[in-house]
T-cell receptor, first 117, second 112 residues
Framework: DTEVTQTPKHLVMGMTNKKSLKCEQHMGHRAMYWYKQKAKKPPELMFV???????INESVPSRFSPECPNSSLLNLHLHALQPEDSALYLCASSQDHPLGSGSRGYTFGSGTRLTVV | AQSVTQPDIHITVSEGASLELRCNYSYGATPYLFWYVQSPGQGLQLLLKYFSGDTLVQGIKGFEAEFKRSQSSFNLRKPSVHWSDAAEYFC??????????FGSGTQLTVLP
């Protein structure tokens, strides 16, 4: 299995809703990532998990809450979002090396298209 | 800090013509370099990557890229473009930060 699976593919939520995005991989990758991509823009890094621990939080608002329950799963919990949070949310994984050496390949999921109304 | 520059926001080529998309990176050592393609509403598909060794890298769909350390460049090429190649192309770098940083992207339009 060489894929990263994201669910749902599309999500429409109100500003008072609570929802979660899910990401799953079975490649044995120990680093997982959340990216946010607005239309006509490159992906922007939100969070990095390395060995199930949050290692990078790129100053993301607290209405986005990541969770890594195990080495194969990554969730992004959403609460009280704003319309400007509408975007494509991409999950990725990579083989992380503790010493920072070795080759790393990144595999991306197909994304969740989120619309906040 | 690592960064990537894609100087061309939009490129238009005719089907069958050759293609070169430019990418320049900024990083103190040799980084890991990637090219991704994204069709509208889709995720990112890896075209090719450079880690070390041979500076000419072959990828999928007939793409290749050449790493030039002296120019801090990693340009993507294809000898003959197909209509299905129309998409957004992102160059990305992975340096000591151990995370991907993307360029702003190049939108490719292919004329029949």
């Amino acid at each position: 299995d060489t894929e990263v699976t994201q669910t749902p593919k599309h999500l429409v939520m109100g500003m008072t809703n609570k929802k979660s995005l899910k990401c799953e991989q079975h490649m044995g990758h120990r680093a997982m990532y959340w990216y946010k991509q607005k239309a006509k823009k490159p992906p922007e890094l939100m969070f990095v998990y390395s060995y199930e621990k949050l290692s990078i939080n790129e100053s993301v608002p607290s209405r986005f809450s990541p969770e890594c329950p195990n080495s194969s799963l990554l969730n992004l919990h959403l609460h009280a979002l704003q319309p400007e949070d509408s975007a494509l949310y991409l999950c990725a994984s990579s083989q992380d090396h503790p010493l920072g050496s070795g080759s790393r390949g990144y595999t991306f999921g197909s994304g969740t298209r989120l619309t906040v109304v | 800090a690592q960064s990537v520059t894609q100087p061309d926001i939009h490129i238009t080529v005719s089907e069958g013509a050759s293609l070169e998309l430019r990418c320049n990176y900024s990083y103190g050592a040799t980084p890991y370099l990637f090219w991704y393609v994204q069709s509208p509403g889709q995720g990112l598909q890896l075209l090719l990557k450079y880690f070390s060794g041979d500076t000419l890298v072959q990828g999928i769909k007939g793409f290749e890229a050449e790493f030039k350390r002296s120019q801090s460049s990693f340009n993507l090429r294809k000898p003959s473009v197909h209509w299905s190649d129309a998409a957004e192309y992102f160059c990305a770098v992975d340096g000591s930060a151990r995370q991907l940083t993307f360029g702003s992207g190049t939108q490719l339009t292919v004329l029949p």
